[in-house]
């Protein structure tokens, strides 16, 4: 194996099909755009909603602003042929705001068709597609079989569950997909409710199984993976893999974020602890230095551009020449 390879391997075991900004690439990226309607009709299919026809890109991918946007735009925003609206979230971390977040996201998007002056007849329905690494919904103890997985809302009457609360449909759907409680079978019956038990639709199934396992280089033999969407899909993630700006941006943007959560758990500590000795804080400095110094030095195996990582971390070229 030569060096190129190996350091593709290594890439390959850091970027993940759920890692942010190559899930944006594949879903957002105008030339993929039969690819995003494939995803949304397989969740719609699932929960037995009627397929899109034609879907457009309302945020095109873009390299730049992915890198540092995560904590403040949606990931993919879509509409379809009828005007509404689709925004797919990869979350690879669930913390305590998640509804707070999705519920703020779709208030976003169905707020924003209505200009000034214009009537509410123009409003449409927007759905929020959110894979989840882990699961938000607690485990049925009581089940034995595979827990659902896939969630989507439907709003009835609190004292009628059988009627829709609203006549023509809701006007703001969300779907959960649970990537933990996905089992590789595609006979596998996961728990509705009470006794009731369904499998999941064909095509989701195969979406969700590449973007759980998709990483695996043999992953096409390995499941003699026929389903066209998904081969192109695994395309385009080897693709982004021996794209150096690509994978180097996947790489920053990860640093980025581990960054950011360092940064908040050092503000909550030097809250809960102000007024200790000035060695405590010097202390939290140097093993912060020594943190991004050890974060540099990884990536820099991995074979990441020395400039890269500078920028990322604040380095000097000379500081990571040396490590």
């Not at 690439?25 to 699932?46: G, Q």
Request: aromatic residues 10%; hydrophobic residues 30%; proline residues 2%.
């Amino acid at each position: 194996m030569n060096i190129r390879q190996t350091v593709i391997r290594d890439v390959r075991s850091h970027i993940q099909p759920t890692s942010d900004i190559f899930a944006r690439y594949l879903l957002s990226s105008p030339k993929n755009v039969h690819l995003t309607k494939s995803f949304i009709n397989a969740v719609l299919e699932d929960s037995g909603e009627e397929p899109v026809e034609k879907v457009q890109i309302l945020s095109p991918f873009n390299l730049r602003e992915s890198i540092f946007d995560k904590e403040t735009v949606m990931d993919i925003k879509v509409s379809d042929i009828k005007g509404h609206t689709y925004d797919v979230e990869i979350q690879n971390t669930t913390s305590g705001s998640f509804w707070n977040r999705m519920t703020y996201y779709n208030n976003s998007i169905y707020n924003s068709q209505l200009g000034t002056s214009e009537k509410y007849e123009k409003l449409l329905p927007t759905t929020v597609i959110a894979l989840l690494k882990d699961h938000i919904y607690k485990r049925d103890e009581g089940i034995q079989e595979h827990d659902k997985l896939h969630h989507y809302s439907h709003v009835v009457h609190k004292d009628d569950h059988d009627t829709p609360f609203y006549p023509c449909g809701d006007p703001e759907k969300f779907h959960i997909l649970e990537l933990d409680r996905f089992a590789f079978s595609e006979d596998a019956l996961y728990n509705v409710k009470g006794s009731e038990q369904r499998k999941l639709c064909s095509g989701l199934f195969h979406w969700l199984r590449f973007f759980i396992d998709g990483a695996d280089e043999e992953y096409m033999e390995k499941y003699n993976e026929t389903e066209t969407a998904v081969k192109e899909a695994k395309a385009e993630y080897e693709r982004f893999l021996t794209d150096r700006q690509l994978a180097d941006a996947q790489l920053r943007h990860e640093m980025w974020l581990h960054d950011q959560a360092q940064a908040k758990s050092d503000a909550e500590k030097e809250g809960r602890e102000e007024g200790r000795e000035e060695g405590m804080k010097e202390g939290r400095k140097e093993g912060r230095k020594e943190g991004i110094a050890e974060t540099a030095l990884n990536f820099k195996a991995l074979g990441v551009a020395i400039e890269t990582i500078s920028k990322a971390t604040g380095l000097s070229v000379e500081e990571i020449n040396k490590l």
